[in-house]
């Protein structure tokens, strides 16, 4: 079973840089976490356009879930839900269930500060706009509720872009959609950390143990420069029987710690000889 | 002149939530400051495929620019020449001039440390294997050259993923590049704060705002929760004349603060009205 996922992010302040795309990184290692694969991440103006082609090539590349972080809300440029409906070629309509969810959410508001009932105005209103065949979910650190789409065998998460409301709605309604997918793999890593080995030396030391322990993959993350180099060596591989895998990743952490050193000697020897 | 940019970062790490994508953020950043627009980013993980498949997507969309992250190093998983070679048909070959760059670099090196040459090892070498018609760009921080590639009306430039060669090279070799394609053009921006007025409020003053000065964009970013509300909201514009631009912006914030003040008192009103 394909258990590939697409995030793909909405939001101007994105391109522009105003913003550092936190939701993707959190997403990313959620999904990761759960045993399914994050297979690209997609970032995208408020525009419907966009959104829509977004959405569009994501089901070309026959993703089994694509979750969107932003554009949920009142305003003009919330966009989200009209490019989706666009892209799956579905009206948008109004959703008793989720209009329900705001009326209950400003009611609350009104509640809490003795104030006057709030009006539904067209704006709050428009958070309820749904593509046809959508199922709300419950957003309770925020307003807009976020939305489920199946399609074919794709399912569309539209999640909001406000990082605390996007956790809250992922952690109690997405994680056990996503969960079953994973056919109970799950992902194991561990990081060693290399001084005065260049990652230049390192590159072939990485093909022989990725060659001997196979289900690892290696990668090394240069924190210093060639000349001052210091290392980061992330291991990392997906399995169901836990043991097994850490007995993987343990044995491939044995045999570059044993080559590192083996070519830290080398290279001292190397350098007595022209002292 | 179509002045589209889409970055594409390249790695494993940033779809597993293991590194958060400052790089994209910066070059945003810097690509909307220099009066150019990022129209799209892209991340993709280490494989060959799927690094010509989004370059080849984002030739479609006609970008006028494509600048990749990541991907240029010694390790078997530095592929984004690879993957760029394939989405343009081109042969990988060994490139002198890069190969002079890395051989001058690990001289350099070997001189720091006063140690023995260093061997040019086909790790080494394998940061000079370039896409036909290449033209490599020094990197002074680290070890592997960026790369420039034309395409027909497409400039692709490959850039580190360590962001300190990322930004340095952007600074001193691809500014001067990109900025001709802003064609006299800025942007501009400002933000205010709003507190006790939810964003679903705000959003019917936006719009109007919106209609008032068209050149202004307007975003809202909620900072708090719609029933206790801090909204930022982000005012942009791109223009060739400064003082045109920072007026139209002057006149959307005096219009924005207005609306918002007057909103204040009316619901104040309606509230004493209840007590």
Chains 1, 2 share one sequence.
């Not at 966009?79 to 329900?100: D, V």
């Not at 343990?250 to 007595?272: R, Y």
């Amino acid at each position: 079973m394909n258990n590939y996922v697409e995030i793909i992010c909405v939001g101007n302040e994105l391109l522009i840089g105003k913003t550092l795309n936190t939701n993707s990184q959190w997403l990313g290692k959620r999904i990761t976490t759960l045993g399914l694969t994050t297979h690209r991440i997609t970032v995208v103006g408020d525009d419907v356009n966009e959104i829509s082609c977004a959405i569009i090539e994501a089901i070309r590349r026959k993703s089994r879930f694509i979750i969107s972080t932003g554009g949920l809300g009142p305003t003009f440029d919330d966009k989200t839900l009209e490019g989706i409906a666009k892209a799956l070629k579905r009206k948008i309509l109004l959703n008793q269930e989720a209009l329900k969810m705001i009326k209950d959410k400003y009611f609350e508001y009104s509640q809490d500060g003795k104030k006057e009932p709030v009006e539904l105005t067209p704006h709050r209103i428009k958070m309820a706009m749904l593509p046809q065949g959508s199922k709300p979910i419950p957003n309770s650190v925020g307003t807009a509720p976020a939305v489920i789409i199946e399609h074919n065998n794709l399912i569309i998460i539209a999640l909001p872009g406000v990082p605390s409301e996007m956790k809250s709605i992922f952690e109690k309604s997405v994680t056990s959609l996503l969960k079953p997918f994973s056919e109970g793999t799950s992902f194991f890593e561990i990081s060693i950390n290399s001084t005065r080995v260049m990652e230049s030396e390192i590159a072939p030391i990485i093909d022989k143990v990725m060659k001997s322990v196979p289900s690892v993959y290696i990668k090394s993350h240069p924190k210093g420069t060639e000349s001052s180099p210091q290392i980061e060596l992330h291991l990392s591989t997906y399995g169901k029987d836990a043991d097994k895998a850490k007995d993987h990743l343990n044995k491939a952490v044995q045999q570059l710690t044993k080559l590192i050193k083996e070519n830290l000697k080398k290279s001292d020897l190397q350098n007595q000889k022209i002292d």
